[in-house]
Every structure is written in structure tokens, then in C-alpha cells.
């Protein structure tokens, strides 16, 4: 797997991207969830998949807005 943006080094002027395995992805995953934390503004829910993968980090989010609510679904 491969993790885009952090680099090993350079090779003719070009950065290789770092690999990663399955066990250290997870782990990398669960950082980012704790970095970006959930903090949402109030009357706004977030409904969230179970789907992680490298390009929806730690899953699919849909948005509830308001009562009644407004769905904001951006994928």
C-alpha cells in the first residue's frame, strides 16, 4: 500500500512514496481520526460508513442538517 504525500527520499529528482503495511495503515488511520477530531457545529450530525480504505480514510460521511433534516451527501 502506498500512502501519497510522505516521502523516503529522492531518486533522480523524484520522491518515492513510503509503503506501508496493513497493520501500520490502521495505526495511521486511527492518528488521523484523532487529529482531526469530531467536533461538528451543533444541529449538524454526521452519519459515517464503515468503509475505510486510503480514500475515505476512516469511512464514507453523509451529513444531517437541521430539523427537518437536510441530507448532504458528498460522494
Known amino acids: 500500500m502506498v500512502i501519497a504525500g510522505e ?5 533522480r529528482g523524484l520522491r518515492e512514496p513510503v509503503r506501508v503495511t496493513s497493520a501500520s495503515y490502521w495505526v ?10 469530531d467536533r ?10 464503515s468503509n475505510p480504505s486510503s480514500l475515505t480514510l476512516s469511512g464514507t460521511n453523509t ?3 437541521g ?3 437536510w441530507v448532504i451527501d458528498p460522494g
Not at 7 to 11: A, D, L, N, V, W
Open 28 to 37: 495511521l488511520m486511527a492518528e488521523i481520526r484523532e487529529a482531526q477530531g
Open 7 to 11: 516521502t523516503t527520499g529522492t531518486r
Open 63 to 65: 451529513y444531517l442538517l
Open 40 to 49: 461538528l457545529p451543533e444541529g449538524v450530525e454526521r452519519v459515517r460508513a
Open 67 to 69: 430539523e427537518p433534516a
